[in-house]
T-cell receptor, first 113, second 114 residues
Framework: DAGVTQSPTHLIKTRGQQVTLRCSPK?????VSWYQQALGQGPQFIFQ???????QRGNFPDRFSGHQFPNYSSELNVNALLLGDSALYLC????????????FGPGTRLTVT | GENVEQHPSTLSVQEGDSAVIKCTYS??????FPWYKQELGKRPQLIID?????GEKKDQRIAVTLNKTAKHFSLHITETQPEDSAVYFC?????????????FGKGTHLIIQP
């Protein structure tokens, strides 16, 4: 049984560019949450998708947007990249309404130069 | 919004001793408190969680306690082993029936001395 998977593993972008990160949830999970983890910090909640809609959002600017597909996989898009966007981006999935545990993927390490 | 404070930032204990990590939260509506273990370069792993209708939960060498009145919860690891060395994060959220966004503490780097 595959756990949560993310791609790519690492990414280097230039300030001002745009980036798309991808996440496939664990089998049987239909809810996907995205988190940003800066070096030496705890993960910070960006947003959550359920039934292809953004269900909840943390304190992140509109430059951060997302999408969920009918197969429950999800994308995180970041526009107009800033140096401060350099971080590990984690995706977490959960089985859906009535269950609250979240299981994390390995993350995508984004470096903005 | 919710704010989670975690202490200490670094904890060094002798192998076989116990380790305790403490967290406080600000939002009295929070009702779900998970703990994650993150080894260097790896994903956070859910190791134990507790809901607000329970005061204590135990799983082998790991236990979590919750004091709703004081708004704090703690992770207890007994008989520590070298493989317990990692960064531990506490988190809190309000769950109305589904998984909601978690607010994390800044982490505790646990070092097990041989």
């Amino acid at each position: 049984d595959a756990g949560v998977t993310q791609s790519p593993t690492h990414l280097i972008k230039t300030r001002g560019q745009q980036v798309t990160l991808r996440c496939s949830p664990k089998s049987g999970h239909d809810t996907v949450s995205w988190y940003q983890q800066a070096l030496g910090q705890g993960p910070q909640f960006i947003f959550q998708y359920y039934e292809e809609e953004e269900r909840q959002r943390g304190n992140f600017p509109d430059r951060f947007s997302g999408h969920q597909f009918p197969n429950y996989s999800s994308e995180l898009n970041v526009n107009a990249l800033l140096l401060g966007d350099s971080a590990l981006y984690l995706c977490a999935s959960s089985p859906g309404p009535g269950t609250i545990e979240q299981y994390f993927g390995p993350g995508t390490r984004l470096t903005v130069t | 919004g919710e704010n989670v404070e975690q202490h200490p930032s670094t904890l060094s204990v002798q192998e076989g001793d116990s380790a305790v990590i403490k967290c406080t939260y600000s939002d009295s509506a929070s009702n779900y408190f998970p703990w994650y273990k993150q080894e260097l370069g790896k994903r956070p792993q859910l190791i134990i969680d507790i809901r607000s209708n329970v005061g204590e939960k135990k799983d082998q060498r790991i236990a979590v306690t919750l004091n709703k009145t004081a708004k704090h919860f703690s992770l207890h690891i007994t008989e520590t082993q070298p493989e317990d060395s990692a960064v531990y994060f506490c988190a809190a959220s309000y769950s109305g029936g589904g998984a909601d966004g978690l607010t994390f503490g800044k982490g505790t780097h646990l070092i097990i001395q041989p």
